[in-house]
């Protein structure tokens, strides 16, 4: 993976996995994907009642989150300030999506119980993100 945030987190003596460490920030979240370009890693928490197909997973990573960065980046660059991050609210669970410094994003779907902005802030300091 080449986004710089990516690889910081992953070479950190502190974070052995960067999924890991997502996953500890609480127990409403449900997965986590890092996508750059065609390269997709996807982890999902074992066990999960009503969990969605790891083939549409993956073409959400490598089709549908891209797009929304690129559609909602380029709306808010005009007038709006940019783009921070995205919250997709699906049937079963909230999909918090955040592009990367350095290209690619990461996606986290939370639990509809959750409240999923809640995880900007520590996802922000994980990732190194500003």
Excluded: K, W
Excluded at 3 to 18: G, K, T, W
Excluded at 23 to 41: E, I, K, M, N, T
């Amino acid at each position: 993976m080449r986004s710089s945030a990516f690889r910081q987190l992953r070479e950190s003596p502190a974070v052995a996995d960067p999924a890991d460490a997502i996953f500890d920030l609480s127990p409403a979240v449900r997965y986590v994907a890092f996508a750059h370009g065609q390269d997709v890693r996807l982890r999902e928490r074992p066990g999960l009642s009503a969990a969605s197909s790891g083939e549409s997973d993956r073409y959400e990573e490598l089709l549908v989150n891209p797009a929304l960065i690129t559609l909602a980046r380029q709306r808010g660059d005009i007038d709006c300030g940019g783009l921070d991050y995205l919250i997709v609210a699906y049937g079963s669970f909230f999909q918090v999506v955040m592009p990367l410094d350095g290209g690619g994003h990461v996606s986290v779907a939370v639990e509809r119980s959750a409240a999923p902005t809640e995880l900007v802030d520590p996802l922000r300091a994980l990732l190194g993100q500003p």
